[in-house]
C-alpha cells in the first residue's frame, strides 16, 4: 500500500496496522519523513473513524487485569511476564500516540510533531522490550493483557482536552510513579538489562507526560478554563481511576505538573 503523503492520514494507517513489526516501522517511517520535511499536515476534520482501531495482533488475548497473572521476580517467567507487561503497554502507548497525532483537527502544528515523537519513542520501547522478553524465552503474546489504557482513549475520542487530562497526565503519569520499583526489582533479581530499558522508558515518559501537561494547559487556557478544578471535573465527567501513590514528585514535577498539583500527591 503506497504511504500517504499527508502527516495524520499515515497515522491513521498505521494505527489500523495490526502487526507489531509493521506498525513500527511504518512509525519509523513516518518520523524519518517528518524530519526531512517531506510530508505535510493537513489540519482539516478528520473523515469518520474507520472500523478496526486500534490495530493490534490476534494476540495478546486481552482479560480483566485482575486476571492478568502474578509476576514472581523468582523465576525467568515472572520476569518475562512483567516483561510482557510493559510491553503491552508500550504497544498500547504506540497506538493512543497515532491516534492523538490522527484524531484531533485544527491544532497548532507542534501538537502533531510532539505527538510523532511520543509514537515513535513508544515503538522504541515496545521493541527494545520485546528483544528483551525474546533473551528471556518468551515473545509478545505469549501472555494475556488487560486493555486499561485504551478504554480511556476510547472515552475520549470526542474531545482534545479530555484527551491530554486523562490519558498522558493520568495514566501515563502513573508509569512515572511504577517504573521506579519495577526497575528495582528487576535489578535486585540480578535482570540489569531489563533495568536499563526501564531507565530509558523513565526518562522518556517524563517527556511524554510533558506534553500531555502543555497541550492540556493550552486548551485550557484558550477555552478559558482554570486548569485544576477543571481536570477535577473531567476525572468525574470520565470516571477516570483515582490515583493511589506513592508518587514520583520529582518526576511529576520535570513532567510539568503545578506546585498545587504535587502538593496533592504529598
Known amino acids: 500500500m503506497a504511504q500517504p503523503l499527508e502527516l495524520r ?13 509493521a506498525k513500527s516501522a511504518g512509525v519509523a517511517a513516518m518520523s524519518a519523513a517528518h524530519r526531512a520535511g517531506a510530508w505535510r499536515v493537513d489540519l482539516d476534520a478528520a473523515p469518520d473513524a474507520p472500523a478496526g482501531i486500534p ?3 490476534a494476540r495478546p488475548e486481552l482479560v480483566p487485569p485482575r486476571l492478568v497473572g502474578r509476576r514472581s521476580m523468582a523465576t525467568v517467567e515472572g520476569r518475562a511476564m512483567l516483561v510482557h507487561a510493559l510491553a503491552h503497554i508500550e504497544f498500547n502507548a504506540v497506538n493512543l500516540a497515532l491516534d492523538a497525532l490522527w484524531r484531533f483537527p485544527g491544532m497548532p502544528q507542534d501538537y502533531y510533531t510532539d505527538w510523532l515523537r511520543v509514537a515513535s519513542e513508544e515503538a522504541l520501547h515496545f521493541n527494545m522490550l520485546c528483544a528483551h522478553l525474546g533473551t528471556l524465552g518468551f515473545a509478545y503474546g505469549d501472555f494475556p493483557g488487560h486493555d486499561s489504557l485504551w478504554e480511556m482513549v476510547e472515552k475520549t475520542r470526542g474531545d482534545v482536552l479530555a484527551r491530554m487530562a486523562l490519558v498522558p497526565r493520568t495514566l501515563e503519569a502513573r508509569g512515572l510513579d511504577a517504573i521506579p520499583p519495577l526497575r528495582a526489582k528487576l535489578a535486585q533479581a540480578g535482570d540489569t538489562e531489563a533495568a536499563a530499558i526501564l531507565d530509558v522508558l523513565l526518562r522518556d515518559e517524563v517527556g511524554h507526560v510533558e506534553i500531555g501537561n502543555r497541550w492540556y494547559l493550552h486548551l485550557c487556557g484558550l477555552r478559558g478554563l482554570e486548569p485544576v478544578s477543571t481536570y477535577g471535573e473531567l476525572t468525574v465527567q470520565y470516571k477516570a481511576p483515582v490515583l493511589k501513590g506513592p508518587f514520583n514528585i520529582e518526576a511529576r514535577r520535570q513532567a510539568g505538573f503545578s506546585e498545587a498539583e504535587l502538593a496533592r500527591f504529598s
Open 55 to 57: 490495530g493490534r495482533p
Open 9 to 21: 492520514a499515515c497515522a491513521l494507517q498505521s494505527l489500523l496496522e495490526t502487526d507489531p513489526a
